[in-house]
């Protein structure tokens, strides 16, 4: 746990930064609803929500919705994490497409009468209180990827920024590891609540 806090400390301006593109898109997604909504709803992204709302429903016993949940989330996790080697592009487009999605959502339920605050605070966060940190957590490592991926680059031509960057993937190669064990643990009990509430309220 020590071990696992140290490296969150360790890249906690990135951490800021993740959260930063999320809230933001959110308030991209909210703000521009009407515009977005129609582009979105032609995605792959909102093909693979509704598949996987409809998956729940048709068998939402605790054990089949703990898989799909915790499945999906760690597949997201791992994707932002290790695509990050590229530059950190993909961790940060990931970050505001899900923001946008967020956004999105609280919009719709705005339209329907509904507060989206209260939906925010009600429905929301009380699913994703730790995925959503478990998710941030992985893509500000990967962004950490990138960053350091394209120092390698300009590194090439400069010895001093070389023996830099090696160290600064030694410390990153010891911290993944604790990374990737905390993360999974935070989306194992993330699902495990998820899936009580499904199979509660169902």
Do not use: C
Request: glycine share 8%; hydrophobic share 60%; charged share 10%.
């Amino acid at each position: 746990m020590g071990r696992f806090l140290e490296a969150l400390r360790s890249e906690r301006r990135l951490i800021w930064l993740a959260t930063l593109l999320l809230v933001g898109s959110a308030i991209l997604g909210y703000a521009a609803s009407e515009s977005i909504l129609s582009v979105m709803k032609n995605s792959p992204m909102w093909e693979q929500i509704q598949e996987t709302v409809k998956a729940i429903k048709r068998q939402p016993d605790f054990f089949h919705a703990f898989q799909i949940i915790f499945l999906n989330n760690l597949r997201a996790a791992a994707t932002m994490l290790g695509l990050g080697l590229f530059f950190g592009v993909f961790p940060m487009i990931a970050l505001v497409s899900n923001g946008v999605l967020l956004g999105l959502v609280l919009a719709i339920a705005g339209q329907s009468g509904a507060n989206p605050f209260f939906v925010l605070v009600t429905k929301i966060l009380p699913h994703g209180i730790l995925e959503l940190p478990a998710i941030l957590i992985a893509a500000a490592f990967g962004i950490r990827l990138g960053i350091l991926a394209a120092r390698g680059l300009v590194s090439l031509f400069s010895p001093a920024l070389r023996v830099q960057n090696m160290q600064e993937w030694q410390q990153l190669f010891q911290r993944i590891p604790v990374v990737v064990l905390g993360v999974s643990v935070m989306l194992i009990i993330a699902a495990v609540i998820e899936s009580s509430l499904i199979v509660f309220l169902s």
